[in-house]
C-alpha cells in the first residue's frame, strides 16, 4: 500500500530539511543533540493529547539503589483498574518520559485501564544489561505498590513500542522462563514495532533503510552504544528473537509499520510466539512507519490503530487469559 498521504507530507517536509542543512540523520549527531532533536519532535507528532487524564510523579528505586522517575496514568473517578505497564522506545540512547506522554495519556483516555510508565536508563551512561534490570524493577516495584496505588494486581499488561516493545516482551518471557524474579504474572503484552533481533540485518533493513523516519544506520548506532561488545546482541534479552526454548507466553498484540527496517524481525517473532504456543494477534498497519503511535497528530489513522488495541484488550478481558 502507498504511503499514507499526510504522513507522506510530513515525511517530505522531513527530506526538505536534510536538503537545505536544517536537520540531519540522528546517527551523525551527538548523543545530546539526538536527545534534545527527539524530544522536540513529541510536540510535532502528538500536539493535542487528551489533558483530562491525571497524571501522578512516581519515583522507584531500583536494586541498586538508582532513583527512577515513573509517571501513573488514569481517568479521574476509576478505581480500582487494570493496568498496563509502558516502556517508551528510542533505541535505549534516546526517548523519556516526556517523549511518550502522549502515548500514554491516549491509552488511559479510555478510564478502562491505568497506565504505569516507568523510565530506565540510557546508553552510552548506562549499557546492557541496565535498561532490562531498571524495567525488571520497575514493574516488581508496581506489584508491590498496585494495592495502595488502587491498581489490580491480578491484572497487569506489558506494552512498550520499539526497545520498549523489546523490554516488554524480554519481561513476558522471563514471567516463564524465571518465574521468581518477576512478581505478577502479564496477562497480555502490547508490541509495537519491537526491535527482537540486533544480531543480523534483513530484507527489510534494506528496503527501508532511509526515508522512511527510522533509519537502519541509526538502529546500528542505537545498538553500538546499548552493546558495545558485538556479542551481547545475541543475549535474548537483546534479541528475544534468540531465545532458546520458547513456551507459551502471556497473548501477544503485535502492531507492526509497513514502512519499517524493523518490518521483517517483528514479522519472525510474531511467528515464533505462534509456534511456542502463544495467542498472537499480529496487525501490518498499511502505509505507516516507524513510531506511528507518537504520530496521531500527523495522521487521521493513528485514532483506530489505539481503538483496535483497547478492542483486542477487552476481548483478553472477556477470555480464560484474564482468568
Same mark, same amino acid.
Given at each position: ?103 500514554? !495519556? ?32 520497575? %514493574?516488581?516495584? +508496581? %506489584? ?33 522462563? %524465571?518465574?521468581? /524474579? ?15 533481533? /540486533? ?19 541509526? +538502529? ?12 551481547? !546482541? ?28 524493523? +518490518? ?17 494477534? +499480529? ?41
Amino acid at each position: 500500500m502507498p504511503l499514507d498521504p499526510d504522513l507522506e507530507g510530513f515525511l517530505e517536509l522531513a527530506q526538505m530539511g536534510r536538503l537545505t542543512g536544517k536537520s540531519q540523520p540522528m546517527h551523525v549527531l551527538s548523543v545530546e543533540q539526538a536527545r534534545r532533536e527527539f524530544e522536540q519532535t513529541s510536540a510535532i507528532l502528538d500536539p493535542s493529547p487528551p489533558g483530562s487524564v491525571e497524571v501522578t510523579a512516581l519515583t522507584v528505586t531500583a536494586r541498586d539503589g538508582h532513583a527512577l522517575p515513573a509517571r501513573l496514568y488514569r481517568a479521574p473517578g476509576t478505581a480500582p483498574l487494570p493496568v498496563i505497564v509502558y516502556f517508551h522506545g528510542g533505541g535505549y540512547v534516546v526517548g523519556s518520559l516526556d517523549s511518550h506522554d502522549s502515548i500514554c !495519556r491516549r491509552l488511559a483516555a479510555s478510564g478502562q485501564y491505568a497506565v504505569f510508565a516507568p523510565s530506565y536508563r540510557l546508553a552510552p551512561e548506562a549499557i546492557f544489561p541496565a535498561a532490562v534490570n531498571d524495567s525488571l524493577d520497575a %514493574a516488581n516495584w +508496581l %506489584a508491590e505498590h498496585a494495592g495502595n496505588l488502587q491498581l489490580d494486581h491480578d491484572q497487569m499488561i506489558l506494552a512498550g513500542d520499539s526497545v520498549g516493545a523489546t523490554l516488554a516482551t524480554v519481561l513476558a518471557i522471563t514471567a516463564v522462563k %524465571a518465574p521468581q /524474579t518477576l512478581a505478577f504474572k502479564p496477562r497480555a503484552q502490547l508490541l509495537f514495532y519491537p526491535v527482537t533481533d /540486533t544480531s543480523r540485518q534483513r530484507d527489510s533493513h534494506r528496503h527501508y533503510a532511509e526515508d522512511y523516519l527510522l533509519e537502519t544506520a541509526t +538502529l546500528d548506532w542505537f545498538y553500538h552504544h546499548y552493546c558495545p561488545q558485538p556479542q551481547q !546482541r545475541l543475549d535474548w534479552r537483546v534479541s528475544p528473537l534468540l531465545a532458546d526454548g520458547l513456551t507459551a507466553l502471556a497473548p501477544a498484540y503485535i502492531s507492526l509499520a509497513e514502512y519499517d527496517p524493523l +518490518l521483517d524481525e517483528g514479522q519472525a517473532y510474531a511467528q515464533r510466539l505462534a509456534a511456542s504456543g502463544t495467542a498472537v494477534n +499480529l496487525r501490518v498497519e498499511s502505509g505507516l512507519t516507524h513510531d506511528f503511535l507518537r504520530m496521531n497528530g500527523i495522521s487521521g489513522a493513528i485514532a483506530g490503530i489505539y481503538e483496535g488495541v483497547l478492542r483486542w484488550l477487552e476481548e483478553q478481558r472477556q477470555s480464560a487469559a484474564f482468568g
